[in-house]
């Protein structure tokens, strides 16, 4: 069974630039998370989708973040205009079904550098 | 609000010596509570969690880690550890969402370098 992949495992922006990446869950996982980090610092929690509906999206930094999960499968997530201090790692987990405890399941990352 | 910490951002220790990483973790309510590893280049990967019963529990690749309630800790160790245990390693807690799904508050992370 193929994990949690994340697409691209790399990127390298300007300021001001657009970029969007993108998170494939596992296959009839229902809830899929987007987490940060930034360099040093602890692992942030963005926010969390049950299949298409976002539940909660406490941790998105701004507007310049759009996360979007069309028709409950892949999600991607915008970052629009990019500034440097959006820079970190990227993580999106998911996890099957609701209650108590569901065990997240994470993606390899994409490493955002914003110059 | 929940909180995570670890104290130790580089832990450096000799091949086959045993090891402990430190976690302590503040909650208005009860916790569960996890260690995730990161080998390089790769995902997080759930070494072990505590959920309930037992406060001593086993994970995988020999790591075990003790919850102490009245300490509020939940340290990571290894009796003996190997070069390919090198790796970063973060201390966790869930939250519950409204929702469903549930919300991992994480440390730092400690990042552990075995030598020979």
Redesign the interface.
């Known amino acids: 069974e193929a994990g949690v992949t994340q697409f691209p495992s790399h990127s390298v922006i300007e300021k001001g630039q657009t970029v969007t990446l993108r998170c494939d869950p596992i296959s009839g996982h229902d809830n899929l998370y987007w987490y940060r980090r930034v360099m040093g610092k602890e692992i942030k929690f963005l926010l969390h989708f049950v299949k298409e509906s976002k539940q909660d999206e406490s941790g998105m930094p701004n507007n310049r973040f759009l996360a979007e999960r069309t028709g409950g499968t892949y999600s991607t997530l915008k970052v629009q205009p990019a500034e440097l201090e959006d820079s970190g790692v990227y993580f999106c987990a998911s996890s099957q079904g609701t209650g108590k405890y569901n065990e997240q399941f994470f993606g390899p990352g994409t490493r955002l550098t914003v110059l | 609000a929940q909180s ?1 910490t670890q104290l130790d951002s580089q832990v450096p220790v000799f091949e086959e010596a045993p090891v402990e990483l430190r976690c302590n973790y503040s909650s208005s309510v009860s916790v ?1 509570l996890f260690w ?1 590893v990161q080998y390089p ?6 070494l072990l ?1 505590y ?1 309930s019963g037992s406060t001593l529990v086993k994970g995988i690749n020999g790591f075990e880690a003790e919850f102490n309630k009245s300490q509020t800790s939940f340290h990571l160790r290894k009796p003996s550890v190997h070069i390919s245990d090198t790796a970063e390693y ?1 201390c966790a807690v ?1 939250l ?14 400690t990042q552990l370098k075995v030598e020979l």
């Not at chain 2, 519950?96 to 992370?109: Q, R, S, V």
Request: glycine share 22%; charged share 5%.
């Open positions: 995570v569960y995730y280049n790769q995902g997080l990967q759930l969690k959920l973060f869930n519950i969402l409204t929702g469903g799904g549930n919300k991992l508050t994480f440390g730092t992370g």
